[in-house]
């Protein structure tokens, strides 16, 4: 069964420190995996993908993959109030799955002041 | 990225009736997908909406219970059919472009079965 793991939280992080947001998977096969940012009553916005082992950069949020280990993390760096919310890890099997997603329960994320 | 609508906004509904969920995308798009999310939860995949024919079905889903058409590149209905508490959720619709990995989501419809 696929699956993809995260930690509920609440993660609280200080104003200007770096959120550490971690995501496990169960498909060996995985391709292709996702962040989306989710605020109370929205729907969800994409922040990045990535699918290729290593980091990708995009503004404050950096993606590491490391498909050895099944995991997927997302690092926010400078974390400002705004971006309190709930962060969604989706994965992508690929193939005959192509653009179907599964996700993780989600992390809430706290950034106090 | 596509700009995807969803009426209605809200519902609610009696137990035992149907409601029909429209999606607009301002674009063709290749492939359009249907979640819900239960109250708390995360995001369960129901189906893909494929144009001109049958939606392919995740497991759990039924098309009895889920009926979806797609007519066109742009546009994707899913009914929610004799309703009750359980379906009471925020059901949302996606979408993706081309040969792009990116999947972006519609507002979602926010439903609760009386």
């Known amino acids: 069964q696929k699956e993809v793991e995260q930690n509920s939280g609440p993660l609280s992080v200080p104003e200007g420190a770096i959120a550490s947001l971690n995501c496990t998977y169960s498909?060996?096969?995985?391709?292709?995996f996702f962040w989306y940012r989710q605020y109370s009553g929205k729907s969800p916005e994409l922040i990045m993908f990535i699918y290729s082992n290593g980091d990708k950069e995009d503004g404050r949020f950096t993606a590491q993959l490391n498909k050895a280990s099944q995991y997927v993390s997302l690092l926010i760096r400078d974390s400002q109030p705004s971006d309190s919310a709930t962060y969604l890890c989706?994965?992508?099997?690929?193939?005959?799955?192509?653009?179907?997603?599964?996700f993780g329960q989600g992390t809430i994320l706290t950034v106090h002041p | 990225s596509a700009v995807i609508s969803q009426k209605p906004s809200r519902d609610i509904c009696q137990r035992g009736t149907s409601l029909t969920i429209q999606c607009q995308v301002d674009s063709q798009v290749t492939m359009m997908f249907w979640y819900r999310q239960q109250p708390g939860q995360s995001l369960t995949l129901i189906a893909t909406a494929n144009q001109g024919s049958e939606a392919t079905y995740e497991s759990g889903f039924v098309i009895d219970k889920f009926p979806i058409s797609r007519p066109n590149l742009t546009f994707s209905t899913l009914t929610v059919s004799n309703m009750s508490p359980e379906d009471s959720s925020i059901y949302l619709c996606s979408a993706t472009s081309g040969g792009a990995l990116e999947q972006f989501f519609g507002p979602g419809t926010r439903l609760t079965v009386l």
């Open positions: 498909d060996r096969g995985s391709q292709s």
């Open positions: 989706a994965v992508n099997a690929g193939g005959t799955s192509y653009g179907k997603l599964t």
